[in-house]
Every structure is written in structure tokens, then in C-alpha cells.
């Protein structure tokens, strides 16, 4: 069975961190791209950073560039995302998404496997 299961989600002040793991079943991640995606409340899923599967490339979106860092562990078959200097307007819940294939994207539409979320609070 295809599974992603994403966890290190919770409550965090202004200006602290966090890691995402994004733990894949049923199929080896180092073949697919991934991509963490956010979703608040009444907004659109965005796409936040994604990693391809061969050569390790990398994109963030512009707001999260040079305070999150999206990396692999094809031993564990996980993938993760670390956030420092987090924002409040970055409360959200966090999916991660594989995609077969090498080169990864920020589009929803890239990816066929989707993970059930977690909640990121950033409050003081």
C-alpha cells in the first residue's frame, strides 16, 4: 500500500523551528520528486519546496529562501523539511506529495501521492 505520512508538525513561537518528516510506504522515494505544499485556512495549497529525484535539485518559494531547507534520506525513505525563523503567517497545515520521475515542481498537479497533513501553529 502507497503511503505518505507526514509528522513534526505543532505549536511554535515566532521565530522558532521546526522539522517535517515526510515517511514513504509501499514504494522507494528516490525515484519520485517530492514537495512539501502549506494550506491555511480559506486559501489555496501552496507550494512552499520540492526536491527532485537524481540530481538533488532544489526550489523554495520565495518567502521560505534561506530559512527552509527540504532534504533526503533514501536509507530511511523519508524526506524533510526543516523551517527556522518561522512566521505566524505561515500557520498551515504542511503535505507532502511524490511524483514519479526526476525533475520536481511547485504545481499540485506534478504529483500523484499525497500525505494527510500536519499542523504547524506559530503563535506567541
Known amino acids: 500500500q502507497v503511503q505518505l505520512v507526514e509528522s513534526g508538525g505543532g505549536l511554535v513561537k515566532p521565530g522558532g523551528s521546526l522539522r517535517l518528516s515526510c515517511a514513504a510506504s509501499g514504494f522507494p522515494l528516490d525515484y519520485y520528486a517530492i514537495g512539501w505544499f502549506r494550506q491555511a485556512p480559506g486559501k489555496e495549497r501552496e507550494g512552499v519546496s520540492c526536491i527532485s529525484s537524481t540530481d538533488g535539485s532544489t526550489y523554495y518559494t520565495d518567502s521560505v529562501q534561506a530559512r527552509f531547507t527540504i532534504f533526503r534520506d533514501n536509507a530511511k525513505n523519508t524526506v524533510y523539511l526543516q523551517m527556522n525563523s518561522l512566521e505566524s503567517e505561515e500557520t498551515a497545515d504542511y503535505f507532502c506529495?511524490?511524483?514519479?520521475?526526476?525533475?520536481?515542481?511547485?504545481?499540485?498537479?506534478?504529483?500523484?501521492?499525497w500525505g494527510q497533513g500536519t499542523q504547524v501553529t506559530v503563535s506567541s
Open positions: 506529495a511524490a511524483g514519479p520521475g526526476t525533475y520536481c515542481s511547485h504545481y499540485v498537479t506534478r504529483y500523484n501521492y
